[in-house]
């Protein structure tokens, strides 16, 4: 029987959200809110030997509270900070070297599949293969792979992917690491490294930060010596946030676990309203019953987000229209602020995604993905109702 966990967080995140890292005690003047230290450069005792900091991109104050905070969170024991999802995504990718092979799905954020599609400049062999076909999964593997790439719940399409079945099979076929992209279940809800993953990567931009004005990423490890190979790596690459930006995603976090309970009810509101609407073709959702790996996600997190996709009836003019009539939801890319999104995958997230392979998704011009924010349920259910009988009639 599929253990219940939905609604049920993981113990003491909230509380581990608040303080893991934050200790005042850490600083002089005994801050209660870290401060952010702008300063790019720090004083030596003699040449070479420091207090602790030598130069902002190895380490900054207030970066380290942000990775500390991060790593309690996903339950592992280091987490890096770069400058997007996708600088945290590259930075794994460069534990790799010419000749080596990634196994990763067909089913990604545009912008991974975009970048990995260029891995074999790099002499980098990568295989896109369906990971929701655990036995398909398994065929992919060369003896030369070193990196599997998982994406679990997948943008936009929302399916699951079982994360200790690919970590089973990928062990038994190969040395290689499990790579986990935690952006869309989050941390809240789902916890790859409990799961024997080896890398979690998000794109804090998301659900993490949580109010749509910061762009950053982190990888979670706990091996002490890939963490010291990525450690040499984002000081060696570079691609680092900035101070003021660790501030307000530090403060993001401190709110995370109250933001995931409501963008959960909020996001199985809209999912069930628009399940029943004579508009709507098909809703894709791992909350509902209808979703192909329901009893999967029932095992495997303990709840969901607040993304919800949905095929309407029509093509591309109802869906612009829809689009151009929602008041509530706001056309744009990107998700997991405290407002709620809607956007066109085939045009705008995906749309670097080859044709073939998108269409080969499920990928249409009547695809709508949402990231339901935290506003009222009544009010976000009567703006996608009214925006419904608008543009479908
Ligand atoms: O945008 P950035 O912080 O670089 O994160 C990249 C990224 C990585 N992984 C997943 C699952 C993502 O969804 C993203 C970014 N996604 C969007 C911008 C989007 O609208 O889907």
Known sequence: MAKENFGKPFSHFGTNAIHAGQDPDQWNARMVVPPITMSTTYKQKGPGETYGFDYSRSGNPTRNCLEACIASLENGKHALCMASGLAATDLVVRLLKAGDHIVSMNDLYGGTNRYFRTMKQFGIDITFVDATDINKFGTAFQDNTKLVWIETPTNPMLNVVDIEAVVKITKEKSNALVAIDNTFATCYFQRPLELGADIVVNSMTKYMNGHSDAVMGCVVVRDDKVAERLRFLQNACGAVP?????????????????????????????????????????????????????????????????????????????????????????????????????????IMTHASVPKDQREELGIGDNLIRLSVGLEEEDDLIADLDQALKTAIQ
């Open 242 to 346: 900035s101070p003021f930006d660790c501030f307000l995603v530090n403060r993001g976090l401190k709110t995370m676990h109250v933001r995931m309970k409501q963008h959960m009810s909020n996001g199985l509101a809209v999912a069930r309203f628009l399940e029943k609407n004579p508009r709507v073709v098909k809703v894709l959702h791992p909350g509902l019953e209808s979703h192909p790996q329901h009893l999967l996600a029932k095992r495997q997190t303990r709840g969901f987000s607040g993304m919800v996709t949905v095929y309407l009836k029509g093509g591309i003019e109802e869906s612009r229209k829809f689009l151009q009539n929602l008041k509530l939801f706001t056309t744009a890319e990107s998700l997991g602020g405290y407002e709620s999104l809607a956007e066109l995958p085939a």
